[in-house]
């Protein structure tokens, strides 16, 4: 019978022969253009899956809470959202064991994660849209939150481009996917024709969609080279003094590249001084979350119309999209600080003008604009953060990091999510959200000014 160092000794010589045959496959002159291709595909069904149950909140809770009379209850709106976000933070609660599922990237390779979390989302899609109750809608909806956010297309992209384009390139390929969200209005003009009765529409398209966008990933999607060259440069240091350095690692408190894990990521997290400070910074921004994707409840608190609301909704995919690529060139240029802290300012500046202008019932299309501000300067700032993050931490653990960092930033969305669901219940849902979005956002931004290096130019492949 083999004893365990000879089989993992055997485990090893072939995963090394599979990643030999990986970095040998030439990818052809035009790979790079098909990986980006695909990237965006995916982005794009990230952005919608994002933003879909979003855009038709008020609907969902129409049917299944003030119509549906849930548990036998009478709701209005907002003791309706109550609930549904209460009953929803068991996916959130779910949603805890992703980090430790994206950590597998780090074991297994970029490309598995990508295909299954692909096909997670589009499940998820379709699961909502087939749901006759409100607990399979729960269902589909627990589903996306789990896959949502695993990001594993921004590590190929990040880990893929040229370092000293890096944020350019990811933000066209950011902006591109977000403009994907004008898909969201114009599914409830064609598709709902703003009857939000037929709210279930909204997720067929992009889970068909979905389906197809997975076949194509796992065709044509090949490992990061980043990743193949970081696995091989360990696989191939001798046996024995591999073994012979994870003991004298376990003395050590600092991770390194073969401690890939969501512990060790965490032990390394709170080991640097600096990474440190950032995820507590993020985790701060990471409160606002709940709140600023309140925005159709607080479109329909004030009395817009179906009509209004998806005019409004056109703005943000657009302004999305601009912000985004602006935003990559002013991070290669001017660096990631100064763009965390413009985008971070233009955020709580115009959600206070989104909640004036709704309330007001001023052109919808002023609200739009407002909106798309609001909500593009908040994903660009949290986005931005999350890229520092990466460049700070080595190849061999950078997957289980984001995991790591998305485990502990759940710290601030729990309170993020308690502060807004008790506070609805006293106050309207503009100045709960209001009260809460300005301090959290203006706070962070200037904390990470303060506390947070540049890492514009940073080469993924030299930190060690």
Known sequence: ?????????????????????????????????????????????????????????????????????????????????????????????????????????????????????????????????????????????????????????????????????????????????????????????????????????IFLLPGIAGLIICVLVFLFARETETFVDGRLAYLQIPYEKRQRQKEELKQQKKADSNKAGIINAIKFIFSNKELRNLIIIKTIFDAAIIAVTNYEPIMTEAGMTPENKTIALYFYPVIYCVSVMISGILADRWGRKKTIVLFGTICFITFALFVVSARKLWNPQIVGLMYGLYLGGYWIGRDYMEIVSTEMVPTEIRASIVGAEGLLVYIGMALGFAFVNVGILFMPIWLTCLVFIVPCVSVSIVLFSLKVRETKGIDYRSIQ
């Open 1 to 201: 019978m083999k004893d365990n160092s000879t089989e993992n000794r055997m485990r090893e010589q072939e995963e090394i022969s599979r990643l030999q045959k990986a970095k040998n496959k030439k990818g052809g002159k035009y790979y790079f253009i098909v990986l980006i291709g695909l990237i965006l595909l995916v982005d794009i069904i990230d952005n919608i899956t994002t933003n879909a149950t979003g855009s038709v909140t008020s609907a969902f809770i129409r049917e299944f809470f003030i119509e549906g009379h849930l548990f036998g209850n009478t709701y209005d709106l907002n003791s309706g959202l109550a609930l549904h976000n209460t009953i929803n933070l068991i996916g959130y609660v779910i949603g805890l064991l992703t980090p430790f599922y994206k950590a597998q990237a780090d074991r297994y390779g970029r490309k598995p994660l990508f295909v299954i979390s692909t096909l997670g989302m589009t499940v998820g899609l379709l699961t909502v849209y087939f749901s006759k109750s409100y607990f399979v809608f729960l269902l589909g909806n627990f589903i996306m939150t789990f896959f949502l956010s695993h990001d594993i297309q921004i590590i190929y992209l990040l880990e893929e481009a040229p370092s000293k384009y890096r944020a350019t390139v990811y933000s066209f390929i950011k902006g591109l996917g977000g403009l994907s969200a004008i898909l969201l209005p114009l599914m409830r003009d064609f598709l709902l024709h703003n009857d939000e009765t037929l709210w279930r529409n």
